[in-house]
């Protein structure tokens, strides 16, 4: 290969480049957490590498390619820092659109799994991208992390080849009110407690960091455990899809840990309903969440949207709205019932598949369209 034009640019060399998601102000490298995390840039050029540096134990990431807005291209990255062709022979003349997103989520599960972004190189030059009208941020669990979005439905493994950020309602709602967006989420994980009761597996006690869920020193050294700059990127609505796996808590067995032997569980009733105590502990927890939601973003309107796998837990999430607006005054939360998954709509690992989040982001996108309309 000729690629005697090619010239490396350092991140930190190209002014127009545009970074998506939660991440620390350190471009050398930049580190990608969360799903959805992206770098995009207008390029004229016929040729676009970039350089990843890419490490795991049990989980690789995967990322997707977007070039002028359309998927082309997507893959596994193994360990290792190396080269991976964007595009080549393309016209030289004519200005493209690239994003490189990343499709796995944050991995709890795997304290070494890091994916990041030495620098790209191209013989082309590289011009503003343009900013969108809105922001959208979206906090969820497997849902909004897209576990299943691809995949067969009768795949059952938890791997990354099921996760995908482009399949996902998320983004697709974003792409309908062309919105910039972020997404917080992790599988298994809810507002009280994870699906198997474990009461450290909650989003809110992590919403402050960059990306907290994460474990490890090496993601410490990432900055992962640093305080996210909230001032940075202020959305303009914040949508939460949590609740699931708090519903799903209610019918599994007992928590335990085994160091300290703490317990946790959100019991049942004899007759299968919800202890009141427990339910009470979750509508808590959802209201002191919305606080916290609303410390770090002033003005956004809030949106609780849930459904997508049952509605269970619906009326508790009602009420802890209603109990945040009553206590505060503050009439910019909503909940919006999703779509729920079909026989036809479901995907891999009985989680929503893609046609279930292009129903769900149709429903989404209308009514976050009317609150942006209002605004």
């Known amino acids: 290969m000729n690629d005697t034009k090619l010239k490396v640019y350092s991140l930190s060399e190209i002014d127009h480049l545009k970074v998506h998601g ?10 990608l957490f969360w799903t959805g995390s992206a770098i995009e840039c207008q390029v004229k050029g016929s040729e676009l590498w970039i350089e990843f540096e890419v490490d795991y134990d049990h989980y690789e990431p995967w990322v997707s390619i977007i070039i002028n807005e359309v998927p082309v291209s997507r893959q596994m990255l193994t360990a290792g820092r190396y080269w991976v062709c964007l595009f080549r022979g393309m016209n030289e003349s004519v200005l493209k659109n690239v994003r490189i997103i990343k499709d796995l989520q944050a991995m709890n599960a795997d304290s070494s799994c890091s994916l990041q972004v030495h620098a790209v190189k191209s013989d082309g030059e590289f011009l503003p991208v343009k900013d969108k009208p809105y922001k959208l941020e979206f906090i969820g669990d497997s849902i909004t992390s897209g ?86 990127w202020q959305p303009d609505v914040v949508i939460i899809n949590l609740g699931t796996n708090d519903g799903g808590a209610f019918r599994s067995p007992e928590w335990r840990d085994e160091t300290t032997g703490e317990t946790h569980k959100q019991r049942l009733n004899e007759d299968g309903s919800y202890n009141e105590m427990d339910l009470q502990a979750f509508e808590r927890a959802a209201e002191n969440f919305l606080v916290k939601i609303r410390k770090y973003n002033k003005d956004a309107h809030i949106v609780w949207a849930y459904g997508m796998l049952g509605i269970p837990m619906m009326p508790a999430i009602s009420r802890a709205v209603d109990a945040f607006v009553k206590n505060t005054g503050d009439r910019k939360v909503s909940v919006f019932q999703l779509p729920i998954t079909t026989d036809e709509t479901v995907g891999a690992r009985n989680h929503p598949g893609i046609l279930a989040h292009q129903y769900a982001a149709k429903a989404l996108s209308g009514y976050v369209k009317e609150i942006l309309s209002a605004r």
């Open 147 to 232: 576990e299943g979005a691809v995949g067969a439905k009768a795949e059952e493994d938890w791997i990354p080849m099921w996760f995908s950020a482009i399949h996902n309602y998320s983004t697709i709602t974003a792409e309908a009110l062309n919105a910039e967006y972020r997404i917080i989420s992790q599988s298994g994980w809810g507002v009280l407690t994870s699906w198997d009761n474990n009461p450290r597996a909650n989003i809110p006690d992590y919403y402050e960091q960059v990306c907290g869920v994460l474990t490890g020193d090496k993601n410490k050294a990432l900055g992962a455990f640093e305080e996210n700059n909230f001032a940075a």
């Open 22 to 31: 939660r991440t620390t102000s350190n471009l050398s490298p930049l580190t």
